[in-house]
């Protein structure tokens, strides 16, 4: 029973991690694709040119995601912190 328990909320755990990334990572990959194929096709070579970019793509989404992001977490949290009393018996 335990196993099973631990088990589904290291299955949870990884749901809600890839929930609180999503609003990060997949913003920032489309920048970083739509960057490469521009650099590919005009030879250029910067670095600056891919990394302000994807850092000001980075806190836009952290601006507008961030709060949601963290009630994610912070309820997750609560969950598992509730369900620790059933396990300690």
Known sequence: MEAD???GVAQQ???VLALAAA???LPI???GVLLGMVQAAT???EQTLTFIPKLIVAA???AIF???ILVLLTDFTKEIFA???ALVR
Do not use: K, T, V
């Open 29 to 31: 990959l489309a920048i």
């Open 83 to 85: 369900q620790i009393p």
């Open 23 to 25: 609003p990060l990572l």
């Open 66 to 68: 961030g709060g949601s």
């Open 43 to 45: 030879s250029i070579n």
């Open 5 to 7: 328990y631990f088990i």
């Open 13 to 15: 755990s990884l749901w």
């Open 60 to 62: 836009i989404c952290l």
